[in-house]
């Protein structure tokens, strides 16, 4: 089965605790046998790659239940059952969510209360529409802006000269490491009689390994052919080098794919939204706007 919401979690995590004070960690685990996880499920991980996307989702029930008042810390990574929580589960509900702990002052006040001091209930219905933590909401925000982000810069390249596309091409190469730390390790070769390659990269400092660049700056449903390949192979042939990269803003035709897996050398493709997430992952044609720092408790400076 796929692993469940945070808010499935809610009443399972309640009844981990009745018995008294349990540990955190020993309520993943029997969570996990109980909703029979696989092992790719149990260790799948978040972005992050710092916590498991289900023990996330456990804390963050937990986290839900101690704000409406049904759980209540007592020492590092534990927790127990309150007096309300008892009188729950002595007619338990066939589901806790976000719904249910409405009926709780406590957890409207938690969830509720803006800059002004009103009530806003977009975040929270948002969570609760969509079954993420909070943790998973700002990721997917995070992916939709990039997402847009790489679709303007996309076309901002694909309105430029296409000089300037064969310099970003290289200049983006450089950002990755590749050629060295000196823009003299790359350049764009962009004119007439350039023997069918737009960019070379020398690998080394004294050019021994180089890498040559096709670039193709092509509006989208334009998608590049086999026989470009086949053309940049030869190009690869005449300047006798074993490998090369093709960059294009469009898209590969399957057997265009397909070319370039059979020939002698290697090709290296990249389309459009590789370009964009490269662009925005090296920060090339791009800069850092804001910086949201996510913190939690340091448990050592209670202790």
Not at 223 to 240: E, H, Q, T
Not at 264 to 284: C, E, N, P, T
Request: charged share 25%.
């Amino acid at each position: 089965m796929a692993i469940p919401d945070f808010q499935t979690l809610m009443l399972p995590v309640l009844r981990a605790s009745e018995a008294g004070e349990v540990k955190i960690s020993d309520v993943v685990k029997q969570l996990a046998d109980q909703f029979q996880l696989t092992p790719d499920e149990r260790s799948a991980l978040l972005p992050s790659g710092t916590q498991t996307t289900f023990a996330n989702r456990v804390h963050w029930a937990k986290s839900h239940l101690g704000k409406a008042g049904l759980v209540e810390l007592t020492k590092r990574a534990h927790f127990r059952i309150t007096d309300r929580g008892r009188e729950i589960l002595s007619n338990p509900p066939e589901r806790i969510d976000i719904h249910f702990l409405n009926q709780y002052p406590e957890f409207r006040a938690f969830r509720a209360i803006n800059r002004a001091g009103e009530e806003s209930p977009v975040a929270g219905e948002a969570i609760q529409s969509a079954d993420m933590t909070p943790d998973e909401l700002i990721r997917n925000a995070h992916e939709q802006l990039e997402e847009e982000l790489g679709l303007e810069l996309l076309a901002r390249v694909t309105g430029a000269p296409p000089d300037f596309f064969e310099r970003l091409v290289v200049q983006l190469l450089i950002a990755m490491g590749y050629g060295g730390s000196t823009a003299e390790a790359g350049k764009a070769l962009g004119r007439s009689g350039d023997g069918g390659v737009d960019g070379v990269i020398d690998q080394d400092a004294l050019g021994l390994d180089r890498i040559y660049v096709q670039a193709k700056r092509y509006a989208d449903g334009n998608n590049v052919g086999p026989s470009a390949i086949r053309d940049f192979f030869g190009s690869l042939d005449r300047f006798k080098a074993s490998k090369g990269l093709f960059v294009t803003t469009s898209s590969f035709s399957s057997s265009a794919r397909d070319t370039a897996e059979m020939l002698s050398k290697r090709i290296v493709l990249i389309d459009g939204r590789q370009l964009a997430r490269l662009m925005i992952r090296y920060s090339v044609g791009c800069r850092v706007e804001e910086t949201i720092h996510l913190k939690k408790v340091d448990e050592e400076f209670f202790e």
